[in-house]
């Protein structure tokens, strides 16, 4: 594993946090005169001046030298970065709030060592004893309480709305926020971030604020970003502020590395998150026990349970006792990988070690029993709950097994439980009982489901909105839509309201019976009945109306959707274009995805790729050419599918020249050829018999893109055209290899060969088959034997024979 120590420097330890004064005279020459925005002017007549230093991109490789600088914002001058190193955001140095990208594209990866770390015994060691930041931590948890109330303060509320028209900037307006940055104080710094709703807001105003003239972050602003970007996949960007808090000298605890291992995590970079170990062990940061948990929780997400295990034996060795957090972890990962004995096992040891269970150790288990349908075991586990480990079986437990069983279908088991539980006095749940009844909807025991809801009639548990609308959605899925919509009608009798979503699962069940017309009758008289359909709502009737071959009127509702604010996915409008597309009705189809970009619909390059493909099928190639055209001047960038259905169509009609010319322009583009770009080209190149033009445009292709078996295909293709010459002229490229799918080609060619009773050429391939080590079929040189002789060629017959002979194969 890791060893946690403190980080040395040339000259003795480092000093993370000292306050320092810098003045004039500590600043060089050539720093002080080169930083300086020229938005801002020469630098004001003072003692002491204040730099705006730019990032570097070595995470740990720090410049030699003494030089500091000043942070500012705060009231007091502290030193930075105690080993002279410049920290800003580089990338960000000359934008304006609104130009700043958060993207991970756009982020800078880091460079990692290629072999993968190991967490075992050997190599982590953890430090024993309290970490000397622990009281900073401490206090700074009591500071984070009253954030809160800061979000209700006239200034960060003000920021917020200026921040919200970042997308209608004016320099008037960015000056605004500049002024208000001046006299807000950092806990206000922290309202702001925590009052976005959107992650990446809050970092782009985080640079934004770093990259102000007279303005530093407070150190207490660092770890609330850090938190903000735990709830993200924005890994770099919490990479990135931990790097600055590093080279700030800021206080870095285990909570801050914590949440970006979280973030790590959550991005699906598991290795990433681990490697933060070994960035705590170069800053000299002692792991916590919620750091343990966190990477115990991340070695189980990534199948490593016998590393997991082994972190577990190390944090009791050097002090730090898990609690039950971290033996819930261990328990939800051993029930993921469906080891649910060693689940139970590990629960009966939790005493043993000191450190009883609780409910939720129970429950993780019972879930995946409940998933499974193991009742006995289940109910083994409620006894041993209740015997053992002193844990109450109340209605909240009876509640979680009725959900959990319902979820996944065993509505009969879920009913037991429920009438289990009234047996022993619980009330019954409203919300228990409508899990059940979508439960037997889902199975289509809808005779159960009626003597449920005559039930809860009768003991005043009258159903909800959300009870009608599974009753509902059951009977559509069985064809019953009749009764659904008396049910509906039933639903104002007994002053329920039905929502959008009672409306939808009616919608859909009529488009699934065959009447998604009357499906949209209902859209059209929906203000009237004082409900609003939503985005789902228009997308069911819209495929509804596609499955029924009505797509005139599926692209009028589709166009009715976008004027009230709903837009189709890019998918949704495939589905249209496709087989508008497919019935020749092309210019329709381009209208129609004209209409959706124009109105701000995601129209992506497979929409375009659809559309050209329907103009190349009904052989319009000037059509297509001009939808290319089109996609370069929106800034929608053609794919290689999109060149390949526009090479194909124009080496189809023999513009060999053209096709040729598309091709380089797609590779001048970076564009890298796929499978089905070097079949379509061997294949119409080889059909025509274009060879001086396929083996030029070949090699290009192989420089972006390496294909082994190119020049199979190319020779396969020849002899399947009949051109043998041109064939075995490429045999030399082909035999360079010698693999399984040489043999074949040099077997599609002796065939060929003997096919025009052309025996002797076929003889000299079968020699340079040897002669490379590669074997031919045996059946087939038996074959090319008899051919021989017959043709008075003895000789070359039995030196065939022999070769088989010398190498064992007769």
Known sequence: MLLFRHQYVKGGLRHIGANVPVTTKEVPHGIQMGFWSSSFGPPASSEHVYVQPILKDNFDGYSSGSSGFKSVGSGEYERINVVGCVDDFRDYKDQDFGNVDVDEESEIEEVHDEEDEDFGDENFLVSRGEPSYACEARDRSRRFDDFEDECRHPLVREICRLIQLQSSWRPKLESELRHLLKSVKPRQVCAVLRSQQDERMALKFFYWADRQWRYRHNPIVYPVMLEILSKTKLCQGARRILRLMGRRGISRPPEVFRCVMISYSRAGRLRDALRLLTLMQKAGVDPNLPMCDTVIQVLMKNGK??????????????????????????????????????????????????????KVSYYTVMDFLCKEKRILDIRDMMEKMERESKLLIDQVTYNHLIHVLSKHGHGDEALEFLRESERKGFRVDKVGLSAIVHSFCQEGKMDKVKELVQEMFTKGCLPDVVTYTSIIDGFCRLGKVDQAQKLLQNMHRHGVKPNTVTYTALLSGLCRNGNSLGAKEMIGVSEEQWWTPNAITYSAVMHGLRRENKLSEACD????????GF????????????????????????????????KGCAVNVVNFTTVIHGFCQKDNLEGALSLLEDMYLINKHPDVFTYTTLIDSLAKKGQIEEATELAEKMLNRGIPPSAVTYRTIIHRYCELGRVEDLLPLLEKMLLQQKCRTAYNQVIEKLCSFGNLEAAESLLAKVLKTASMEDANTCHDLMKGYMKRGLALPAYKVACRMFHRNLIPDLKLCEKLSKVLVSDGKTDEADKLMLLFVERGRI
Request: aromatic content about 6%; proline content about 6%.
């Open 305 to 358: 349970l016998e590393k997991a295990y082994k972190f577990l034996e190390r944090m009791q060795i050097v002090g730090i006792i898990p609690d039950v957090l971290t033996y819930n972890c261990l328990i939800k990962g051993l029930c993921d990988v469906h080891r649910v004995q060693d689940a139970i096992e590990l629960i009966d040891e939790m005493p043993i070690k000191g450190c009883s269970p609780d």
């Open 557 to 564: 509702l589709a166009r009715e959707m976008i004027e009230k």
């Open 567 to 598: 837009f189709p996915t890019p998918v949704d409008i495939n589905l249209l274009l496709r087989p508008l597309c497919y019935e020749g009705r092309v210019e329709e189809a381009k209208k129609f995805m004209e209409a959706c970009l124009n």
